[in-house]
């Protein structure tokens, strides 16, 4: 995701990349966090069959990208 959404982009930015990824991104006001990040999970292939989920954390603190976690969460 960092070659989509590089440090310093806008959390403004950030979230229209994610969207047009068609990934469903999650807002600090959605979470009540105080935080200023943005939260979404990404399910993408995992050989023939498998699936594989990812939790991704996009933090924008003074309203730029800083880092761009990636947790795997889960795998079918």
Known sequence: MLKEIP?????AEALRIVRSL???PQTESDLNSGK???LCN???KKGLT???TWLVQID???GKVTDI???Q???D
């Open 36 to 38: 200023p990040l943005i």
């Open 50 to 52: 498998g699936e594989v």
């Open 22 to 24: 068609g990934l469903e």
């Open 7 to 11: 440090v310093g982009t806008s959390q």
């Open 60 to 62: 924008c603190p003074e």
């Open 73 to 75: 969460i889960g795998v």
């Open 69 to 71: 976690l990636c947790e």
């Open 42 to 44: 990404y399910t993408g």
